[in-house]
């Protein structure tokens, strides 16, 4: 069985950083695509960024130039380290994995960020 845990998020001024960090249970993180998305209220949820198993990542437009993905296939963990930190970033991250024949939700934290 697949777990996610998020953790990381918080209450922040506008400008300020954070980091994010989701750690799996499982033996299939190594060779899974994770990502982060997001969904602020009213909103749909939408993909904030993504790191392959081989280490491509992606990023939606909002987040470029602020948000950075990685992971450490030794913790088993994926990070989102987000800079510059504007109220429109104000939602409940979730991680996801993207297996082979799977996908695992976490069940996401809550980064606010004031103005």
């Known amino acids: 069985q697949v777990q996610l845990l998020e953790s990381g998020g918080g209450l922040v001024q506008a400008g300020g950083s954070l980091r994010l960090s989701c750690i799996v249970s499982?033996?299939?993180?190594?060779?899974?695509?994770m990502a982060w998305h997001r969904q602020a209220p009213g909103q749909q949820r939408e993909l904030v960024a993504y790191?392959?198993?081989?280490?491509?990542?992606n990023y939606a437009d909002s987040v470029k130039g602020r948000f950075t993905i990685s992971r450490d296939n030794a913790k088993n963990t994926v990070y989102l380290q987000m800079n510059n930190l504007k109220p429109e970033d104000t939602a409940v991250y979730y991680c996801k994995l993207v297996g082979a024949t799977r996908t695992d939700w976490g069940q996401g934290t809550l980064v606010t960020v004031s103005s």
């Open positions: 790191i392959t198993s081989g280490g491509t990542t």
């Open positions: 499982g033996s299939i993180f190594s060779i899974s695509t």
